[in-house]
């Protein structure tokens, strides 16, 4: 089954330990990307992936940081997580640009307190 | 920044009605889409129109684009309980090759 899928879904952290949410794709898409989903702020891109080894900021990269040394993986890191990182953040990959059909993961719930 | 915005914010219909949601964006775009998210869920891709078509149709759902309004519509036609559901544009600017996504219609459907 095609699928986008995220790892844990369901996070509660405490601030400044450092933490990892994995993606996995299993469609051979080029492009992948996370965002994030706050009440009243509607999807926000945080960073994507063109390819293996090329990455780029989006709209809130601050605090966040991603690799891509695999094509079907593009683990999420927050180095030292603060309390206004709280938020559901969502993975998404599409066959070669940010413009096709996305297709998303289920979602990672954060609560960093 | 955001470049689409949904309307209404929220609306809440019987089983069997036809529900609207408007779409409206700032700049020229290539594309635009909407998505589905249950609540709590990933989105889900519906349906893409492009620049240059004006009208498009995938079961229940329409859609339709006028470019020179910069504004898009999406309609369900006898609405089902299980369409409750957050609805969402998508747009992807001439500019650019990334999505930019509303904040969302809230669709309720009551049984």
């Known amino acids: 089954e095609a699928q986008v899928t995220q790892n844990p879904r369901y996070l509660i952290t405490v601030t400044g330990k450092k933490l990892t949410v994995t993606c996995s794709q299993n469609m051979n898409h080029e492009y992948m990307s996370w965002y994030r989903q706050d009440p009243g702020l509607g999807l926000r891109q945080i960073y994507y992936?063109?390819?293996?080894?090329?990455?780029d900021k989006g709209d809130v990269p601050e605090g966040y940081k991603v690799s891509r040394k695999e094509k079907r993986n593009f683990p999420l890191i927050l180095e030292s997580p603060s309390p206004n990182q709280t938020s559901l953040y969502f993975c998404?990959?599409?066959?070669?640009?940010?413009?096709?059909?996305?297709?998303f993961g289920p979602g990672t719930r954060l609560t960093v307190t | 920044s955001q470049q689409g915005e949904e309307d209404p914010q929220a609306l809440s219909i019987q089983e069997g009605e036809n529900a609207t949601m408007n779409c409206s964006y700032k700049?020229?775009?290539?594309?635009l889409q909407w998505y589905r998210q249950n609540s709590g869920r990933g989105l889900v891709h519906l349906i893409l129109?492009?620049?240059?078509?004006r009208e498009k149709h995938s079961g229940r759902l329409r859609v339709t684009l006028d470019t020179s309004k910069k504004s898009s519509s999406l309609l369900i036609t006898a609405s089902r309980a299980a369409d409750t559901a957050s609805y969402f544009c998508?747009?992807?600017?001439?500019?650019?090759?990334?999505?930019?996504f509303g904040e969302g219609t809230q669709l309720t459907v009551n049984p």
């Open positions: 129109i492009r620049s240059n078509e």
């Open positions: 992936s063109m390819n293996v080894e090329v990455t």
């Open positions: 700049t020229s775009i290539n594309n």
């Open positions: 998404a990959s599409s066959l070669l640009t940010g413009a096709d059909e996305q297709y």
């Open positions: 998508a747009t992807e600017e001439t500019s650019g090759s990334r999505l930019t």
